[in-house]
């Protein structure tokens, strides 16, 4: 990984921005919310259940990359409102995928964060023009990618000038079939030793399962990930898209405060300096 001018971590300290008040890379950030924005009433009363629940951003995809084209693709510019309506009201910064290089700049005057799928990690026209604005980047690791490809994917947006890029670990395809992914936990110590970027866990997409998702969060913070970004339904079996994967907001707030017991214990033992405390909110 010579290569590497901007992201190794000889070239930096570690990256810390801010998003809204929340440091990315200091704070253990949780990211939250649907699959997909399926309506304005769906998306607000699940950025009130989440927020409730602890979360510090909206997740909602707007344009989805759905493997079927008869699938739903998502609400487009109409989604996107309804993500600035659900911020507006609740505070919480909004994050969501972009798929074509020609939406990036207009999206981003209504997000605070693009994501970047793993199905275009390598999409090299959209990681250099999301890397000619300012607005922070989530790149989600290719299925079928190396750290070393993933990381130079970081490197075209770092070399175009936006600094604030987000690693995401998503799962990796491997001969399991069990699992939706295999989640490469050991990806977030080696990011860490060869980048100076931060990196978020999403064990929704690694497992594809509900019931492993808890477990996964968990070894994620243990892994010493810089927070996760998880799918939140309050109707799971209605859900337009990854209802296998999404959780209620009770669940949701459970983990949190499992997440936030675990920081505590590993704040005790020196590894972390800060945790949080979640309480049952009214929608919760
Ligand atoms: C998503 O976040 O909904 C998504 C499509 O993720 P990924 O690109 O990791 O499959
Ligand atoms: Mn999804």
Known sequence: MRDLKLAAKRSRKKTIFNIRGHMIGQDFIVIAGPCSVESEEQTLRIARAVKNAGADMLRGGA????????????????????????????GLPVVSEVLDPRDAAWMSEY????????????????????GKLKTPVLLKRGMNSTLAE????????LSEGNPHVILCERGIRTFETYSRNTLDLTAVPAVK????LP???????????VSLIEPMCLAAVASGSDGLILEVHDHPELALSDRDQALTPDHFLR??????ALRQFMGTMGDIHTF???TLGKSG
């Open 276 to 278: 949080k405390n979640y």
């Open 193 to 196: 030793e060869l980048t100076h």
């Open 255 to 260: 983990i949190n405060q499992k997440i936030s």
């Open 199 to 209: 990196i978020i866990v999403d064990p929704a997409h690694a497992t594809g399962r």
């Open 111 to 130: 997000v605070d964060v693009l994501q970047i799928g793993t199905r275009n990690m390598q999409n090299f026209s959209l990681l250099k023009e999301v």
């Open 150 to 157: 993933w990381l130079n994917c970081a490197e075209y947006i």
């Open 63 to 90: 344009f989805k990359p759905r493997t079927s084209p008869y699938s739903f693709q998502g609400l487009g510019l109409k989604g996107l409102k309804i993500l600035q309506a659900a911020r507006d009201e609740t």
